[in-house]
Every structure is written in structure tokens, then in C-alpha cells.
């Protein structure tokens, strides 16, 4: 590639919060060249969003960012608890807790790490300095074009100035711009891009983040405290913190006002009101604001696939599913994994068309949740079905506890609610990325070759499971093997190891990727050559990574005879399925039952480079199985 | 305390290693006013120690520092594999494997951690610095006195001397001196304390840190390889690096000289022949190193309970096992808290006699485990003998899995050195902080107070369980809970919930410890109207921390109905005992099943500061359980 100027990047990022963030952190990490810029001086120094979902805890661990994360000690929220006044006399009382996120979700962190949003922040911006990209503070944008006509590859023209000093300027030309600046976006307003409200109600909110003294004896769990003065949300905090949610303003009120606002002090004596008879006071406030807020969805996430928007820049709601920085975090991490497919020649252009669909529908999906979750806070039911619904699927001491069969409308409900808060549910429908019987490269064969499994369903998560890593004899959790890396996971269960006919099937399955024109041979490295045989992911390719899993004890694998030399090059990703599962107590190789696959025969799964199932194929003697994996790939892979 | 002069400390540590570090690092944390000396300019830069035994890492965690410790990705070694001649023809074949620290023990961490000795000091050096203790390097120690006639309260005086410029010189005067100083310990030396060799035979070993290429699969495995060219032992490493041990010589050689020597490219290629016919190529040479070692064992670790020895100038042997930091680490922690103890005020000076009999017992062990662990190496019994004795206790895919009965010889060596070398198996015999029927306030009634279980062993580590914390409902790992905070640690098994007589229990022993001549009372800690009410562990005294494990689920908890106050007070020490443990599937109150409680009636353990179990006694109603405690207490706490 001819060198460029210094004014010309990759991608403009305009918002150093969770989604401009997590963009330009995976992007840095590829080797893009970024402009990064923020109109606040420093990072968030207090308040703003907090609550991490367990899924998002699993992405951070996959980019090695969690332990820098939990460094912070984070408060973890296990359960929320319900208050409301007693059927007689005043105050409050405890009706109910319900799991966050219960054991029915198959979670490695079945908790909600809680911590303030500059820490997080900085994890980010720590990371990113380590690949040369800095946050240039306070710059503003103050202007842009994008023609695809007048430059097919720098289409895209940036203005920008200093915030105090608007005398400083510059003009950068770029491939992408991205938007991360929050509710109030320039670039979305620029684009004309409207804002449909899904729930005409809005609100305004007061936050308060202190340290209190209380015997209140839920302040170090998540609350919604409802009293007749009023109600209040309890979020713990790291560092003996809590932050408090306190309803300030409807719209349904008659003298409704978006600029309504509390003092500090009226906000801490209603408080008081709410919580009595348990007392309240405030050794510290750390933070305090007050903001309206209404639901409400960008109609547009782009125009021409290469000005974008992410984030709250988006999608706007109450705080109280704590989904505004996990949402943030899923659309940047969405569009940076297919900029890199595209800009590094892996895939064609139309794939960043699947970045507004799969990323605006979980947007709609977040604001009906937000209602229905809001709905069901306030019409709780008995215990009885709490203990159901938060007991389904595996419950304590009883590893064999079936699903009920009269599940009803709320256990449903519930549990729809908690797969998707914890992240666990989010899901993407079918497209060129995710199979399915419409894929646009999917005919009769490719359908026949597809999915020997319903327990992984492209569109959703690859699913957790624990084997041993075959060359060290470590114990892994094996959806943490391949790092964040940009490459899509080839998991190859390879079933028996014992069958001749599956190791001809791997055979098979090596040959295929080795041919010249396969998906795999055809983007290979340009240095191959010279890559270090430590290379533990990428020797090959930058876009593949392969693993294999064996139904068998770790000693009984023998890699250099096991595997087709190409598997065994990735010698780091070799496994046995042999470690015992509660889920699956009486499965022989727990990871290939939990995928769905049989033990003898196994199967191919084509994770998503953002941990999403692509397409899952039966693994066959013969050409089969490439053939397959050919068509899936051929949907959006560069002809060239 | 009247201020005194600058030159006076609490004690003087000479050597940085892993002993000193570990001193100086809980003292520092809990106040004392230190002197650390080493004869480095700086932190070991290579080479040196590099095990983390599956134990160590508890207490790693326990005093914050596992993270750190974890940050710099070390290797983990789960299993050993063993390489010999075949039995017709050349070169090597796999033998068979074993785990490093098999499923019959209950490790929160069943792998040894390899990290290099530099970076885990200076996770240490960077928390004694949080603390305000600072290295003294590169300065040596010239001479000592110790005169308790002279001076009862500093009768050490101790002469220090810059290493580069003798001009630069030190008196200071001490409570205590503490030789970390390694096997060639001056102040050992000074002392005229000899070293007993239990194993005539000294070695030269060789050692070589690097980054090597090789199709040698077991590469970052633990392996013993034994070829017709001679012995190695593979280590594996952090960063790809890998560490090769070579016996060069044995004084049982015709011409053994321990200053014998080999060059890297000697050693390179006996290893060479030794892995033929895999190859092996060195990319980069980190460290190399050629030392004479054999098994010997100071006679005495202190002559008067003031100058005090400990790590390698106590005990020094071979590599195999991988025990010398971990063994310096548990020498470090056990004079610690006793100098704690009688310098704070809760103990008889008595106690420090204690740290000789404890620590060299172990070594004695260490020693014995050393040449009966060589021996295992080199006789290895059939491949069922082995999968027998990894199995034994919890196997894979199996929880009901029963000890055999028929457990021969090679089996109890195999799992007595596996628990030894775990850490886990380490125990300390009867003495007045370990109970016995032999306990010196033992009476009739104390003994018929005292255990209820054959579980908990005073003298043996607490027992590992997982709980729900009721305040917050986190699930947590209840032997953790406590920090190394220099406390005694008081876990009451509470029992059930419902009992009226388990409430009356309770009630017993709040009352008892709130008796202004109870043990617990009369160590109030000065500033006890000061304290924060965020404080957790030590509200009430530094040397007691209070914990109430209930046989209940946790929304069946409500602290300040179900605790008397006093125990109410530690609301954050507050257990539900409803997590499904798999080693006791059957168990309600898996906790207390684990430590041999009955799941009605609960009862009291007593664990040291250090994690070992000092007394368990039952929890009933009356003044039985208060006065039990009492009397064991009373056999080292201060009169006054």
C-alpha cells in the first residue's frame, strides 16, 4: 500500500466513552490507523454508567482486559432485591430477590461487576496508548463530508477544532467516521438522522453517588424500593459506594417539566422518606446530577456504510437494566471486527450493511425489554413462581432438575429478560453472517451439511465449555481460547479419536482448507514465511483461527499423530473433551454434548470473530465439510 | 509508646529473596517499623526460584497479591510426564503422566504456577513501598549482638555496611534480626549454628532458561526425562521460556568435584542427546547457571527467640519438588504473626518458640519428601497403579467415586507427596496453638468441648468451602474471606437457622465474648471508638475477626434478627451455607458437611492467622463454648 499523508487515518472516532472506546481499542489492536478525539478534557471522573453484564465480562476477559478491570474490585451484584410498603401500616418491606443472573444461564460471572465508568474508561485508554493511538482532548468536530465519487478510498473529509481554542483546527481525510458522542451526536444530526421515541413518556432522574451510613440491610445489593414517597433504585458500588436512582419527574405529571430539577439535599431527604423506618445518612457524595431521559432509537445507524453512529449516539433509556455501556461495548465491537474484514480484504464491502440491521434490532429489543422489565419490577409475582423461574434449568444441590413443564407467561418472560440482560441472550438474526435455510449461499446440499446440532444456533453465542488443553495439560475454559483477535474460530469437535473414519474425516477437512483456492488458503499471510513458530492463533491467516476438540482423555491425544499436520500447526488449540460438566453429569465428553454434537462423530461451528455463531456443519469424509464451510464463507468473502 | 530514636526499628530483615519479602510484607501491613538489607544492587533479574505451589497461591490471594502475581501470564503446570528408553532400541518414550496435584485434594488452584523469582519479588517490593518500607541495597550485614539482660525491649544491635563502599556505614538496634540471606547465611555463620546433611550425596546441576524450537511435545509439561545420555528436567515458563535442570555431577561420581562445571553448549547438547530423536534449538538463552547443592538442615532457626533464621539459610535441596519459595513463603508467615502477636500485645512471648519446632518439622518433612520424591520418580509403578491414585477421592465424570480400600503402598507415598507438595498437606504437630488432648490447658471438660469433627485437624489447614455472603449475596470462597490481617479467625458454624437452641447458642457466645474478661474483650483495640462502621474484620480488636456460617439459604438470613449483635456487627462475615460442593453432593449445608459439622448443630473453629486450624470446639448453649475457647486461648494469651 502506497504510503499515505499524515492527515489521512483509517477511521475518525469522534467520543472517547464505551463505544468509541471499544472501536478504536480493536482497531488500534489491528493495526489501523486512528484519529481519536473527545471534547472533554480528561476522562469521566465521576458518575456516568457502572454496571458491566456478565456477557460483557466475558468479552473484556476474551480482549485481556477483565483482570485490569476486577483490579479496580469492582461491587458484584448477585441478586435484586424488591421493597414495597406492607399491606398494613408504613414503610418498607422486603417482598422478594431474584437472581441477576440465575443458574439457567450457563455464565461464567453470573453477576453484574459494578464500577465507575472513568476506571473502565482507563482500562481502555491504557491499552490503546500500548498501540500508539492517543485520545487527543478536548477536540470537537465541527464538520464533515463523505464522497465515495471523488475518492472511493479516503471518501471522507473531517473537520476539527480545539474546544477552548477554536483559532486551532484541522482537516483530516479518513476511510470511516464513527460517532460515539452520545445522545446529543453532531454527526447524527448533520446526516438528519431522526430519533423515534418508542415510549412517548419520558423522565427525569436524579443520581447520587455517595458512601453512606444505614441500617437499611440491602444497600450492598441492587434494590428497587418502592414506598408511598416515592421510589428508589440501589446499585452498590466499589469502595463502600452506592449509587442511588431517584425518580424526579414523569411527563405524565400534570406540571411536567424536562428541566424539572432537586437539590442534593431534597434528593437525600426524600430519601430518607423512602427508606424509613431504616435510617440514611451521607458520609460523602461523590457525584450528583440530574437528567431527562426518554427512550428513544436512531431511525438510521448510517447513510453510506462509511459515516457510522454507535452507542447513545443511538439508543437512548432508563438506566435500570443497566445496559447503556454493554450495549455501547456490542455495537463498536459489531462494526470494528467487520471494518477489519473489509479494510483488510477478507470480505466484501456489503457486510458492513449487516452493522445497522443486527445492531439496531437488539437496540429494539433493548427498549421493549426496558418496558417490560420496568412492567415487571412493578407487577411481581408470588415467590412461588420467582423460585421456579430463578430455579429453572440447573438449580443448587440438584444438578438434574428439569425444566418445568407448565412454565408460565411470567417464568418466560423472566427468563427472557435475564438471558438478555446478562448478554447471554442477545442475538442476531439471519444473514450472509448467520446460516440459516435463507442464507444467501444455501442450497440443498449446504443445507444438508449444516446443523447437526439445534444447541447452536447461528446468530446466537458460542456456548461455554471446559476441556483440557492437550499440550500442557491446562484446564480451560475453551470460548476464552482464541483471544479477540479479528480472525473467525473454526472449533473443529473432532469426536471419537479412536475411528478411523473421523481421522480420514480430518483428513478430509485439512486437504480441503489446504487447496490453493479454499476460503482459508486464499488469505493468507503476506509474511507466512517469517512468522514465529510460537505464533499460537494466526499462522496462517489473519482471518482464521483453528482449534480442535477430542472426545478423549487428554493423555490419549497424541497431536503429531492425531492430526493432519495444517490442525496440528495449531498445536496450543488442541483439546480433550474431559472434563465433567454439572450440566451434563452423565455425558462422556461434556463440551461436545453441550454443543449438541455427538460424542462419536462431532461437528465444525464457525464462530464470528465476535463470538457469535456463523454456521455449524456435520465434519464428514470426503469434500463435504469444506464444501459447506466454502458456501458459507462464499456469501461474503472477497472474490479475489 | 514514647517515640523512639530513628536507629531503632522493630526488626531488621536481611535479604530480599521470597522469605525476607514475605516477612517484611506482612509486618509492613501491619505496622511495624522495619530495616530491610539486601546485598543486591537490585531484584533478581533472572533465574533463581520460579514454583508457586497450589497452596501458595491462597495465601498469595489471601494477601491481595495473586492478581499481580497472575498479570504477568506465568505457566501452569497441571501435570508431570515422565520420559525413559524405551524398552528395545534408542531415545525416549513417554512413560506416563501424573498430575501435579491430583482431584482427592480440594485445591482452589490444582497447578503449580511458574513465574520468575524477579517479578514475583517485585510484587512484593511494590506493596512494601504502598507501606512506606523501602530496600536497602546493595547493603550487607558486618556484624550483630543481642543482649536482652541489656536492653528487654531492643537488645538486638546490628551493624550494617554499604557492599561498594565500606566507609558507608550503620548501627541500628532492633526488637528482632531475621537472616534471609540464603544458604550461605552470615548471620547462621555468626551464630556458629551448623547445618546437619540428611542426604550425604551433594550434586552440580546445571540450569538453563530460554526460548527453544523442538518437536519434543511435552515441552510445556513438567517432564523428567531420563535417556541412556544422561537426565533432564523440563520447567515450563512464562513467554514461551522453558527451563532445562541437568545433574552435571554426583559426588558418587569416581571423579565428582562440586566446583565442576559445563558450558551452555555442553549442556546444550547433552540435552541434545538426551531428547534425541526430537530436536531442540535455542532461540534466546535467558539464564544459565551451574551450582553444587546437596540436603542439609540448619541445627537451630534461632538461639534466643530474638535473631531468627529462615528460607534457604535453614533448608536447602534439590529443584525437583519445587518447594524452596514456597517453603521460605510458610517460614516467613509463621514467625510473622507470632512476632505480631507479642509485639502486639495479644501473646506470651512464649509463642516465638514455637516458630522453630513448626518450621523445621516441616524442613525435616521437605528433606524426607525430597529423596522418597526422587525415589518415586525414578520407580514408577504400572499405568493402573497411577490412574488409581489420581482418581482416588473425586474423579472425572464420577462424584461418587470411592477411595479403594485396597490402597498400597505406592499410592499413600504417591498422595502423601502430591498433598505435601501442594502445600496442602503441610501440618504443624500439638503445641499450645494446636489442639491435642496433650494441649497444656487441656482438662476433661476443654477435650469434651473440643472437636465434634475428625475433619478440621488443629495444627492442618481450614478446610476450602464455597458460601453465599448473605449482605450482598456474593458466592464466595469462605477460607478467603478473612484477609492475612494478623487475626485470629473465629468461624461459627451456626447450624440451622430455625433451632431455637442454635439462637440460644449463639446468644451464649456473644455474651461470653462480651464478658470484659473474655479473651476477645480484653484485646480491644485502642481507637475502638474511631473505628468506621465500614470496617469490616477488625471492628472490635486487631487480633480477633469473627465469621457466622449459617446451614440456611440466604433469603432465610436477616442479620440483625438472626445474630446477637455482636455478631451482627461483622455483617460482612455473614454466610449462607446453600452452594451445591461436588466432593459432598448430598449435603443441604455442603460447608458444614465438608468440615465434619453436623447441619443442626453446627460449631466453632478457630483458625490462626496463618490459615492452619488452631481449635474447633462444639456450639451449644450455656457458657461451655465460651470457656472451651477460653482455655484454649488461655494457653498463650498475654495475662494482663
Same mark, same amino acid.
Given at each position: 500500500?502506497?504510503?499515505?499523508?499524515?492527515?489521512?487515518?483509517?477511521?475518525?472516532?469522534?467520543?472517547?466513552?464505551?463505544?468509541?472506546?471499544? +472501536?478504536? &481499542?480493536?482497531?488500534?489492536?489491528?493495526?489501523?490507523?486512528?484519529?481519536?478525539?473527545?471534547?472533554?478534557?480528561?476522562?469521566?471522573?465521576?458518575?456516568?454508567?457502572?454496571?458491566?453484564?456478565?456477557?460483557?465480562?466475558?468479552?473484556?476477559?476474551?480482549?485481556?482486559?477483565?483482570?485490569?478491570?476486577?483490579?479496580?474490585?469492582?461491587?458484584?451484584?448477585?441478586?435484586?432485591?424488591?421493597?414495597?410498603?406492607?399491606?398494613? #401500616?408504613?414503610?418498607?418491606?422486603?417482598?422478594?430477590?431474584?437472581?441477576?443472573?440465575?443458574?439457567?444461564?450457563?455464565?461464567?460471572?453470573?453477576?453484574?461487576?459494578?464500577?465507575?465508568?472513568? %476506571?473502565?474508561?482507563?482500562?481502555?485508554?491504557?491499552?490503546?496508548?500500548?498501540?500508539?493511538?492517543?485520545?487527543?482532548?478536548?477536540?470537537?468536530?465541527?464538520?464533515?463530508?463523505?464522497?465515495?465519487?471523488?475518492?472511493?478510498?479516503?471518501?471522507? &473529509?473531517?473537520?476539527?477544532?480545539?474546544?477552548?481554542?477554536?483559532?486551532?483546527?484541522?482537516?483530516?481525510?479518513?476511510?470511516?467516521?464513527?460517532?460515539?458522542?452520545?445522545?446529543?451526536?453532531?454527526?447524527?444530526?448533520?446526516?438528519?438522522?431522526?430519533?423515534?421515541?418508542?415510549?412517548?413518556?419520558?423522565?427525569?432522574?436524579?443520581?447520587?453517588?455517595?458512601?453512606?451510613? &444505614?441500617?437499611?440491610?440491602?444497600?450492598?445489593?441492587?434494590?428497587?424500593?418502592?414506598?408511598?414517597?416515592?421510589?428508589?433504585?440501589?446499585?452498590?458500588?466499589?469502595?463502600?459506594?452506592?449509587?442511588?436512582?431517584?425518580?424526579?419527574?414523569?411527563?405524565?405529571?400534570?406540571?411536567?417539566?424536562?428541566?424539572?430539577?432537586?437539590?442534593?439535599?431534597?434528593?437525600?431527604?426524600?430519601?430518607?422518606?423512602?427508606?424509613?423506618?431504616?435510617?440514611?445518612?451521607?458520609?460523602?457524595?461523590?457525584?450528583?446530577?440530574?437528567?431527562?431521559?426518554?427512550?428513544?432509537?436512531?431511525?438510521?445507524?448510517?447513510?453510506?456504510?462509511?459515516?457510522?453512529?454507535?452507542?447513545?449516539?443511538?439508543?437512548?433509556?432508563?438506566?435500570?437494566?443497566?445496559?447503556?455501556?454493554?450495549?455501547?461495548?456490542?455495537?463498536?465491537?459489531?462494526?470494528?471486527?467487520?471494518?477489519?474484514?473489509?479494510?483488510?480484504?477478507?470480505?466484501?464491502?456489503?457486510?458492513?450493511?449487516?452493522?445497522?440491521?443486527?445492531?439496531?434490532?437488539?437496540?429494539?429489543?433493548?427498549?421493549?425489554?426496558?418496558?417490560?422489565?420496568?412492567?415487571?419490577?412493578?407487577?411481581?409475582?408470588?415467590?412461588?413462581?420467582?423460585?421456579?423461574?430463578?430455579?429453572?434449568?440447573?438449580?443448587?444441590?440438584?444438578?438434574?432438575?428439569?425444566?418445568?413443564?407448565?412454565?408460565?407467561?411470567?417464568?418466560?418472560?423472566?427468563?427472557?429478560?435475564?438471558?438478555?440482560?446478562?448478554?447471554? #441472550?442477545?442475538?442476531?438474526?439471519?444473514?450472509?453472517?448467520?446460516?440459516?435455510?435463507?442464507?444467501?449461499?444455501?442450497?440443498?446440499?449446504?443445507?444438508?451439511?449444516?446443523?447437526?446440532?439445534?444447541?447452536?444456533?447461528?446468530?446466537?453465542?458460542?456456548?461455554?465449555?471446559?476441556? &483440557?488443553?492437550?499440550?500442557?495439560?491446562?484446564?480451560?475454559?475453551?470460548?476464552?481460547?482464541?483471544? +479477540?483477535?479479528?480472525?473467525?474460530?473454526?472449533?473443529?469437535?473432532?469426536?471419537?479419536?479412536?475411528?478411523?473414519?473421523?481421522?480420514?474425516?480430518?483428513?478430509? %477437512?485439512?486437504?480441503?482448507?489446504?487447496?490453493?483456492?479454499?476460503?482459508?488458503?486464499?488469505?493468507?499471510?503476506?509474511?507466512?514465511?517469517?512468522?514465529?513458530?510460537?505464533?499460537?492463533?494466526?499462522?496462517?491467516?489473519?482471518?482464521?483461527? %483453528?482449534?480442535?476438540?477430542?472426545?478423549?482423555?487428554?493423555?490419549?491425544?497424541?497431536?503429531?499423530?492425531?492430526?493432519?499436520?495444517? +490442525?496440528?500447526?495449531?498445536?496450543?488449540?488442541?483439546?480433550?473433551?474431559?472434563?465433567?460438566?454439572?450440566?451434563?453429569?452423565?455425558?462422556?465428553?461434556?463440551?461436545?454434548?453441550?454443543?449438541?454434537?455427538?460424542?462419536?462423530? #462431532?461437528?465444525?461451528?464457525?464462530?464470528?470473530?465476535? #463470538?457469535?455463531?456463523?454456521?455449524?456443519?456435520?465434519?464428514?469424509?470426503?469434500?463435504?465439510?469444506?464444501?459447506?464451510?466454502?458456501?458459507?464463507?462464499?456469501?461474503?468473502?472477497?472474490?479475489?
Amino acid at each position: 500500500m502506497a504510503t499515505q499523508p499524515d492527515n489521512y487515518y483509517d477511521i475518525v472516532i469522534v467520543g472517547a466513552g464505551p463505544v468509541g472506546l471499544m +472501536l478504536s &481499542t480493536c482497531l488500534s489492536r489491528w493495526g489501523y490507523k486512528i484519529k481519536h478525539i473527545d471534547n472533554r478534557p480528561e476522562p469521566t471522573a465521576t458518575g456516568r454508567a457502572d454496571g458491566i453484564q456478565p456477557r460483557s465480562l466475558d468479552l473484556l476477559r476474551n480482549m485481556g482486559l477483565k483482570s485490569a478491570i476486577m483490579a479496580h474490585k469492582p461491587a458484584r451484584v448477585y441478586e435484586v432485591a424488591f421493597w414495597d410498603p406492607p399491606k398494613t #401500616g408504613g414503610g418498607i418491606v422486603r417482598t422478594g430477590t431474584w437472581p441477576s443472573c440465575p443458574e439457567f444461564i450457563d455464565a461464567r460471572y453470573p453477576f453484574t461487576t459494578l464500577l465507575h465508568q472513568g %476506571l473502565i474508561e482507563r482500562v481502555f485508554i491504557a491499552d490503546l496508548e500500548k498501540n500508539g493511538t492517543e485520545i487527543q482532548r478536548p477536540w470537537t468536530i465541527t464538520g464533515f463530508t463523505s464522497d465515495e465519487k471523488a475518492d472511493p478510498t479516503y471518501p471522507v &473529509t473531517v473537520q476539527l477544532a480545539h474546544v477552548d481554542d477554536s483559532s486551532k483546527t484541522e482537516t483530516v481525510k479518513a476511510k470511516y467516521l464513527f460517532g460515539g458522542e452520545g445522545a446529543r451526536s453532531f454527526i447524527r444530526d448533520q446526516l438528519k438522522i431522526g430519533i423515534t421515541h418508542k415510549d412517548p413518556i419520558s423522565y427525569v432522574w436524579g443520581v447520587m453517588d455517595g458512601v453512606v451510613k &444505614t441500617d437499611f440491610p440491602d444497600m450492598k445489593m441492587k434494590c428497587t424500593i418502592h414506598s408511598e414517597h416515592g421510589s428508589i433504585m440501589v446499585i452498590p458500588r466499589e469502595a463502600n459506594m452506592v449509587r442511588l436512582y431517584i425518580q424526579i419527574a414523569s411527563s405524565t405529571d400534570a406540571d411536567f417539566h424536562p428541566r424539572k430539577t432537586a437539590t442534593e439535599e431534597e434528593v437525600q431527604a426524600a430519601a430518607k422518606r423512602i427508606l424509613a423506618p431504616y435510617s440514611i445518612e451521607w458520609e460523602r457524595v461523590e457525584w450528583y446530577s440530574v437528567y431527562p431521559i426518554g427512550q428513544g432509537i436512531s431511525d438510521k445507524y448510517t447513510l453510506d456504510h462509511r459515516v457510522f453512529l454507535g452507542g447513545d449516539a443511538c439508543h437512548t433509556h432508563s438506566p435500570k437494566a443497566g445496559q447503556g455501556m454493554n450495549t455501547a461495548f456490542l455495537d463498536a465491537l459489531n462494526l470494528a471486527w467487520k471494518i477489519h474484514a473489509v479494510e483488510g480484504g477478507l470480505a466484501e464491502r456489503h457486510i458492513l450493511e449487516t452493522y445497522e440491521p443486527e445492531r439496531k434490532d437488539v437496540a429494539e429489543t433493548l427498549l421493549a425489554f426496558d418496558n417490560k422489565y420496568a412492567k415487571l419490577f412493578s407487577q411481581r409475582p408470588d415467590a412461588a413462581s420467582t423460585a421456579q423461574a430463578t430455579a429453572s434449568g440447573v438449580s443448587h444441590g440438584n444438578p438434574d432438575a428439569k425444566q418445568s413443564a407448565e412454565e408460565n407467561e411470567f417464568i418466560k418472560t423472566f427468563k427472557e429478560s435475564c438471558e438478555f440482560t446478562s448478554g447471554y #441472550g442477545v442475538f442476531y438474526k439471519p444473514n450472509a453472517l448467520n446460516y440459516s435455510s435463507s442464507h444467501p449461499a444455501s442450497s440443498a446440499s449446504a443445507a444438508a451439511e449444516a446443523a447437526n446440532t439445534t444447541k447452536l444456533v447461528p446468530g446466537r453465542l458460542f456456548i461455554n465449555s471446559t476441556v &483440557t488443553r492437550v499440550v500442557d495439560a491446562n484446564v480451560v475454559h475453551l470460548e476464552q481460547e482464541i483471544p +479477540l483477535n479479528g480472525s473467525f474460530r473454526l472449533f473443529i469437535f473432532a469426536g471419537s479419536l479412536t475411528n478411523p473414519s473421523q481421522k480420514t474425516a480430518l483428513e478430509s %477437512l485439512a486437504a480441503g482448507l489446504s487447496k490453493p483456492d479454499s476460503f482459508f488458503a486464499r488469505f493468507k499471510r503476506a509474511d507466512i514465511d517469517s512468522v514465529s513458530h510460537h505464533e499460537r492463533h494466526n499462522p496462517h491467516s489473519k482471518f482464521f483461527t %483453528l482449534a480442535t476438540v477430542f472426545a478423549a482423555k487428554r493423555t490419549e491425544v497424541e497431536i503429531s499423530r492425531d492430526l493432519p499436520e495444517l +490442525l496440528a500447526r495449531y498445536r496450543d488449540n488442541v483439546y480433550a473433551d474431559d472434563r465433567w460438566d454439572r450440566r451434563v453429569p452423565d455425558a462422556k465428553a461434556a463440551a461436545h454434548a453441550k454443543m449438541g454434537f455427538d460424542e462419536e462423530k #462431532g461437528g465444525v461451528v464457525v464462530v464470528r470473530p465476535d #463470538g457469535y455463531v456463523g454456521f455449524v456443519c456435520k465434519l464428514e469424509e470426503g469434500e463435504k465439510t469444506v464444501e459447506a464451510l466454502e458456501k458459507y464463507f462464499g456469501a461474503f468473502i472477497s472474490k479475489q
